[in-house]
């Protein structure tokens, strides 16, 4: 025999179903992370420069840092700046042809912001691997770079509302 408790409970959730408010709650649950792909090149990222390869190479950082000086500020002018709403994303990262070891390094743009936004970094990127960074990110101006593929400060704005 089932409890009056029991009788109850089902009896609500079967009033809810009825109503369409269980269905909302249930649909309105955790939403999984929104993935940004992100494709390194020789001291770049392609898709950061409006999908346009530059054709660097590169041996060493030492290569890049080289690069950087000549063309970076010309190429950030251009680059695109990436524009978020507040939320859990995923970065996938990946070293598509560089011939070391990458990394990938999300933060606060500036002195203040470094220390109060989200932060997301890591290394392990060889040759042809893919890695996955995750963060939780609040309203704020951030950039995110490659510190050993350097690359320039690529700028990324979160707004609004999560």
């Keep these: 025999m089932m409890s009056r408790f029991r009788q109850l409970l089902i009896g609500s ?10 269905a909302s709650a249930w649909a309105a649950g955790p939403s999984s992370p929104s ?3 992100l494709s390194q090149r020789a001291c770049q990222f392609i898709e950061s420069e409006n999908d346009v390869d530059r054709g660097f ?15 970076g500020e010309a190429r950030l002018a251009e680059a695109k700046t990436l524009e978020l709403t507040p939320g859990s994303y995923v970065f996938r990262v990946t ?3 560089v011939p070391y070891e990458l990394g990938f390094w999300l933060r606060g743009d500036g002195i203040v912001d470094r220390t109060l936004l989200p932060a997301v970094s890591g290394g392990g990127l060889n040759p042809g691997a893919t890695k996955d960074y995750a ?15 350097p690359t320039p400060d690529y700028r990324l704005v979160v707004r609004g509302r999560g």
């Excluded at 190479?57 to 063309?71: G, L, S, Y």
């Excluded at 963060?135 to 593929?149: I, M, R």
């Design 35 to 37: 993935v940004i792909t």
């Design 13 to 22: 959730a079967f009033a809810l179903l009825g109503s369409g408010l269980a």
């Design 57 to 71: 190479t590169t041996t060493k950082k030492a290569d890049c840092e080289a690069i950087n000086a000549d063309t």
């Design 95 to 97: 070293n598509v042809d």
């Design 135 to 149: 963060v939780e990110l609040k309203p704020g101006d951030y950039v995110y770079s490659c510190p050993l593929n």
